[in-house]
């Protein structure tokens, strides 16, 4: 059966079709997909954990114990959780461990663009990279192989091109591995000094031998047309090039690492001039140099950003790009949502003129006008840490003027160990927990504290209130966003309170009831067209030929009505 | 079979991934190979969205290259005018005759460009501009705009009304699929002589129901 798949479902259908028991991972964009994919099969248990690092001990844990094991995460999420990667890789497997790291060039949808090909240079563990959804499904199972064949987790590098293109795919059975027995070895799972020297020589030898069979592997692919020009490339990079130049000869990698030495030697010996096509870092074109081979690679592309089929036949052929632009356009950035609560929150901080230390989620786009609140953003859970780092620096006025703010899922993710540090170390930091009661920003995830699980089944309630009162926090308080009038006292309060505290700002996502609503509109009579409301930065608010009005994209929230100082702001799902 | 390109371009939340997805489950009924390239996270949120759509012998790259989309269906007039340089001399524009203020503008940072249809129009080899909202809101779902622009770009491509139907059965939410059906037979079925791009001046066709 014939099925068009994202990249993301492939590589699900490809863990479900190898036998996979147990899939972990934090959502992440272009990650996200995969596991709310497995997910839906009933053989496999699947979890999002509280962050990467937990997702990834816990698919080692089921590998150890005996099962084929699936862990994702998007490419930041991969520095979480490389602490266990780098020494699972001496562990090595009981099941087959596959770990998916989904980089994002270009960024789409992230805060860098880092390549998670040295990672599997670093941690000396083989990496495929597929470059549609037909090899995700495909060299997921042959992930799998590999894995339990030499005693290896292997790492599957997904780009957002392969991650988020549907692409056909032709689906097979699942295959019915039972559990591997339990044998307890402490030579080889206890990595103290002793243990892991010897580990430490079994991940050599176990690096040659992968060295060998990357030159045997049909999944890297010699296509031999033309002998003047020669292409070195993998994953994107390959559909691109290969649309740029059909008639040019190719070496299609499917391992990146370790590479086959042998064959990219012999594809150099067959055309005279070679390429190496890659996204992002250099990793392929700096190996294949040390062997003294010369190549053509970042001399030519750019490390920043995608490449194209139209970038690489300008590049190779030097052809012009068309460009008949002539106008500049006014850009259309990502904006919170009509009815976002975190509307609100950055509302208030703004006309307290509050420095805010930010962190990882929809709520970072409250950095951009008009409510241009946000100082920093980092990554996953950096906020309050800098905010004491920041009162450390500057001391305790400055800190008085400042808050920290992260979401409920972004502070369960890796805040918590940030506010202990708080207390600990005496500061006096306040910090807003945006709870919103989901993970926004990569679609509506549950997490610890939504009562629910990926499955949808019951779960017990992270409480929060109560975690953060057995941190130390004495003051906690709970507010509505859109209360504007207490927001603003409670801000006020907390931050100049000598002490560490933490407000809730409280109100469910927008997105999360898929109600329309009752939209609001303006009352042309008493509108005095102030402009107040359209500080808010909603979407739905806009001023044409001196008039504000309200457009369809409003569901009745009633943040502006809370504003409008002269009650021209009508309907609305609070007021009919 | 030459490929074909189109491009589906909107403001994040107005439901072009859902469109893409019904081409693409024509494209594999008819035997083509598909790709498709989406955006997903952080874009969606009220952004610019681009959905490339590709099919044929054989697809390699998921992208659509600058200057070589057959088609464009734009759910928004900035958003069409923004990706004008995607479509090939003579390619066909179909707009939804919408506009959304980006947040520059709503700011007051930056104007909307006037005059958008006919910017647009002589630019193009063929040109359609809907009040797909109307349509919707006729239907009595203003989210099937969708489907509605669908049924007008359906009228460019090669395969039968019943087999985008089956499409769309395969492709919506289950208990979408009425609804969805006749927003697209409604698109499909406004009558609309296809205004003719010209390279100065351009003959809009404003399309009323």
Redesign the interface.
């Known amino acids: 059966m014939?099925?068009?798949m994202?990249g993301n479902e492939g590589v699900a259908r490809g863990a479900y079709e190898a036998g996979v028991r147990v899939a972990t991972a934090y959502p992440g964009?272009?990650s996200?997909?995969i596991t709310e994919t497995i997910a839906k099969y009933d053989e496999v248990y699947a979890e999002w954990s509280p962050n990467e690092k937990v997702a990834m001990e816990t698919a080692i844990g089921a590998s150890v114990g005996g099962a084929r094991a699936l862990v994702c995460m998007k490419h930041v999420g991969l520095n979480v959780a490389a602490d266990p990667l780098f020494t699972v890789s001496y562990t090595g497997v009981n099941g087959g461990l596959v770990i998916v790291a989904a980089d994002d060039p270009g960024m789409?949808?992230s805060q860098n663009e880092q390549d998670s090909r040295y990672y599997a240079k670093a941690a000396h563990i083989p990496m495929l990279e597929p470059s549609?959804s037909q090899e995700a499904k495909d060299f997921t199972k042959l992930a799998y192989a590999i894995s339990e064949a030499y005693d290896t987790p292997v790492l599957i590098r997904m780009t957002t091109?392969v991650s988020?293109?549907?692409?056909?795919v032709t689906l097979e059975d699942r295959q019915e591995i039972g559990l591997k027995e339990y044998k307890r070895d402490f030579m080889k799972y206890v990595m103290m000094p002793g243990m892991a020297r010897q580990r430490h020589l079994v991940v050599e030898k176990r690096s040659v031998e992968l060295s060998k069979t990357a030159d045997e592997l049909s999944v890297n692919r010699m296509e031999i047309k033309d002998s003047f020009i020669g292409f070195v490339s993998s994953g994107?990079a390959y559909?691109?090039a290969?649309?740029a130049l059909p008639d040019a000869s190719f070496l299609k990698l499917g391992m990146v690492h370790p590479l086959p030495r042998k064959r990219i030697e012999e594809f150099a010996s067959k055309v005279k001039k070679l390429y190496v096509i890659e996204e992002l870092e250099p990793v392929l074109e700096e190996e294949i140099k040390s062997w003294g081979i010369s190549v053509i690679g970042k001399d030519l592309f750019s490390r920043q950003g995608e490449l194209?089929?139209?970038v690489i036949e300008e590049k190779i052929k030097g052809t012009a790009?068309?460009?008949?632009?002539t106008?500049e356009?006014?850009?259309?950035?990502?904006?919170?949502?009509p009815g976002c609560p975190h509307r609100g929150a950055y509302y208030v901080m703004k006309r307290l003129k509050l420095n805010v230390v930010g962190d990882i989620g929809?709520y970072t786009?409250g950095a951009?006008?008009?409510l241009s609140s946000v100082d920093t953003c980092v990554c996953m859970g950096a906020s309050i840490g800098m905010a004491l780092g920041m009162e450390k620096a500057r001391g305790r006025n400055f800190a008085k003027k400042l808050v920290a703010v992260i979401g409920d899922s972004t502070f369960i993710h890796s805040g918590i160990t940030g506010l202990i540090d708080v207390i600990y170390n005496k500061g006096i930091s306040t910090v807003v927990i945006l709870d919103n009661s989901t993970t926004g920003?990569?679609?509506h995830q549950d997490h610890p504290a939504t009562g629910k699980t990926i499955k949808g089944e019951p779960a017990p309630v992270l409480d929060l209130f109560g975690l953060v009162r057995a941190i130390g926090i004495r003051h906690v308080q709970v507010v509505d966003p859109f209360d504007l009038k207490l927001a603003e006292k409670v801000l006020k309060e907390e931050t100049e309170r000598e002490e560490p505290s933490v407000i809730f700002f409280q109100r469910p996502c927008a997105l999360l009831s898929r109600k329309s609503g009752i939209p609001c509109f303006i009352n042309p009579d008493t509108c005095r067209v102030c402009g107040l409301c359209?500080n808010l930065?909603c979407?739905a608010?806009?001023?044409k030929e001196n008039r504000i009005g309200i457009?369809?994209?409003c569901n009745g929230c009633g943040l502006c009505q809370n504003l409008c100082r002269f009650h021209a702001i009508e309907g609305g799902n609070n007021r009919q | 079979m030459k490929t074909t390109n189109i491009l589906i371009v909107g403001v994040g939340g107005q439901g072009t991934l859902l469109t893409s997805r019904i081409i693409g489950t024509l494209a594999l009924n008819s035997g083509y190979d598909v790709k498709m390239s989406e955006v997903h996270g952080m874009a969606q949120r009220g952004g610019s969205v681009v959905t490339h759509v590709r099919f044929g012998d054989r697809i390699l790259s998921p992208l659509v290259e600058p200057g070589k989309a057959d088609i464009i269906l734009a759910f928004e007039k900035l958003e069409a005018y923004r990706w004008l340089p995607y479509l090939k001399k003579d390619g066909i524009m179909v707009v939804n005759d919408q506009e959304i203020d980006p947040m520059p503008v709503i700011v007051g940072a930056s104007r909307y460009p006037d005059g958008l249809p006919e910017k647009i129009s002589c630019r193009c080899g063929q040109f359609a501009l809907i009040r797909a909202l109307d349509i919707a809101e006729q239907i009595g779902n203003a989210k099937v705009v969708n489907t509605v622009l669908l049924g007008v770009l359906a009228k460019y491509l090669e395969a039968s009304p019943e087999a985008w139907q089956k499409a769309i059965e395969e492709t919506v939410p289950p208990k979408t699929i009425e609804i969805n059906k006749s927003a697209f037979s409604k698109g499909y079925s406004t009558k609309q002589e296809i205004g003719k791009g010209k390279v100065h001046g351009g003959n809009v066709l404003e399309q009323s129901i």
């Open positions: 014939k099925k068009l994202l964009t272009p996200t997909e789409h949808s549609d091109r988020h293109s549907q692409s056909v994107i559909q691109y290969r649309e194209s089929a139209g790009r068309l460009e008949d632009r106008e356009l006014p850009g259309r950035p990502p904006v919170l949502c929809c786009l951009l006008p008009p920003m990569t679609g359209l930065g979407p608010i806009e001023k457009n369809q994209l």
